[in-house]
């Protein structure tokens, strides 16, 4: 480890300029990792961008330092800028305009346990509830600077890969991190505000919509509820603003399993699976050509969401099977 | 403050057998800083019950020490008991019960701003987000034991208080207390799903109706919903579950106030009123009778519902005018 931070600081040392890169579909912590390594890079006097295949979408406009965030380019930066990679567990999700680039990353930092290393240098914590949190150890055992804008991007990485600090893998060391940020500048109501408190009033209808429909199946033990075009079009809200749905479905004391299955323009289907604890919906997603984690797992799947649902239902029954209600 | 440290010290020493109080209506914190500070001085030896007018609540059933949780009793204990007030901004919201013994709490310890200090001794931080906070200080300071129970039951009165770190006056110092607690037995995840995972279907269905039902008006910068007794006779759901409904009003940007009404048996209206910030819900609160926080307040009021709409509507419509859209 000790070998591994100095090899980190001698690579950061070694180059002038960076692209920091993190994964499609971009989440807090995917952000507010990349913006914040970049504001630290910058304040060591470094030229850095924030790459990302989808750019920056609407939901994170609040984010101090977006300005550093641009659609990841069709050509690739020149040899000498130092590529780093953060919050992205395999390269594919890089996105396939970075994958064309045929350059790995130099540094590869993540917390998810799966990450195979495609980096030149790994710092790799699987243990770590979200990746702000191995920069931010990073930061501290490097002794980088790290400014407010930079302790806010981390704080927003923290807070939303821990959902409020309420996952599993939070830790005294988790809490001790969110002092130390707010300590740098980061305030936490102002945080959740942007983050919890920012949704429009179509994202509220659907919400409401998805409520009303929600089927609660298998002696209450498992929820789901489904996200149709039609929902979409009628309600006006957009894709990229419907996380989180599953946390209110999964606030029934009695539910195992809460799913929901989205349509895909063009064709098939999505899903998002959660699993209070006893149930593997990473194994039920394997079966469907998906993966994730034991607690939360996804599946894209040719199949339309009728058959989707009904495959689905079957499995998570069988899976129900070893555990009294 | 090191002389009132010495003067509570003293007066725990002096005393063998102990009552905690704490308000009518119990939230998290109410019940977590009461075990908790029952756990602690039993582990000092001391003879502890923890009375509440309202006993134990459903949804508080997980608390560890719950046993310990009595329903007020119409006979005061013995003069020798010291008696300690939590959590309770006033002498009258420690239940009609309690006052009627007619003897003020020897220790009386909480973090509302108003708490008139009605105790022989007073412990009032205005700046803690939690009694739990202000508890785990006194522990600190007096260097008290904590068992991992009291650790537990005060994070849950910390998380539940502060919106799960969200709301304002979540400070580094409360991260810091978190972290300690965490490193003395609390499971973040544990207590997240005892609190936010726990509800009942019948709840998800009132809220549901609630959303569907959710007014948004005033060019959608104030949002509220009622809650009738047909709807808990509709649903099933009970009147001590239905908190928090708030937030997914909250959730939308536009929103500057949003408030729920709700039927009180046998007559009048009960209000909660939340505030994005802008406007002084208290204010408002008060001419109703009312009162609370600039950001959060309550009204009861023998008013019928839809009169207390109607005014309510009218008054949050003139603080709005001096704040641009």
């Not at 704080?155 to 996952?167: A, E």
């Not at 469907?288 to 969401?305: D, E, K, V, Y």
Request: with cysteine; charged share 20%; hydrophobic share 40%.
């Amino acid at each position: 480890m000790k070998n591994q931070l100095g090899q980190i600081k001698e690579w950061i040392d070694g180059h002038q300029a960076f692209a920091v890169l993190s994964h499609i579909r971009p989440d807090g912590d995917a952000y507010g990792t990349s913006i914040a390594l970049a504001l630290v890079l910058r304040a060591l006097g470094k030229e850095v961008v924030v790459y990302n295949q989808d750019g920056l979408t609407r939901n994170y406009l609040f984010l101090p330092g977006k300005e550093l965030v641009q659609k990841t380019p069709a050509t690739p930066p020149p040899e000498s800028t130092g590529l780093i990679a953060v919050d992205t567990s395999t390269l594919e999700r890089l996105g396939a305009t970075f994958t064309a680039w045929g350059r790995p990353p130099g540094l590869n930092i993540d917390h998810h346990p799966g990450n195979p290393g495609y980096g030149t240098i790994n710092l790799i914590d699987g243990d770590s509830p979200a990746s702000s949190q191995v920069v931010y150890e990073l930061i501290e055992a490097l002794g980088l600077p790290c400014p407010p804008e930079a302790a806010f991007n981390l704080y927003i990485g923290l807070m939303t890969d821990t959902g409020s600090f309420r996952f599993r893998q939070t830790t005294a060391r988790t809490f001790e991190v969110a002092s130390a940020l707010v300590t740098r500048g980061a305030d936490p109501a102002a945080a959740a505000q942007s983050c919890f408190q920012s949704s429009s009033a179509q994202r509220f209808q659907l919400q409401s919509e998805v409520l009303a429909s929600s089927q609660f199946v298998l002696g209450n033990r498992v929820a789901y509820y489904r996200l149709t075009s039609e929902m979409y079009q009628r309600t006006g809200a957009q894709a990229d603003e419907v996380e989180n749905f599953l946390e209110l479905l999964q606030a029934v004391s009695t539910i195992e399993v809460a799913f929901m299955l989205e349509e895909i323009a063009g064709g098939g289907t999505r899903v998002s699976l959660r699993s209070r604890g006893r149930v593997d919906v990473n194994a039920i997603a394997a079966k469907f050509g998906g993966g994730g984690h034991r607690l939360a797992a996804g599946i894209r799947s040719t199949f339309p969401i009728d058959r989707l649902e009904a495959d689905l239902l079957r499995e998570i029954e069988a899976a129900l099977q070893p555990f009294p209600v």
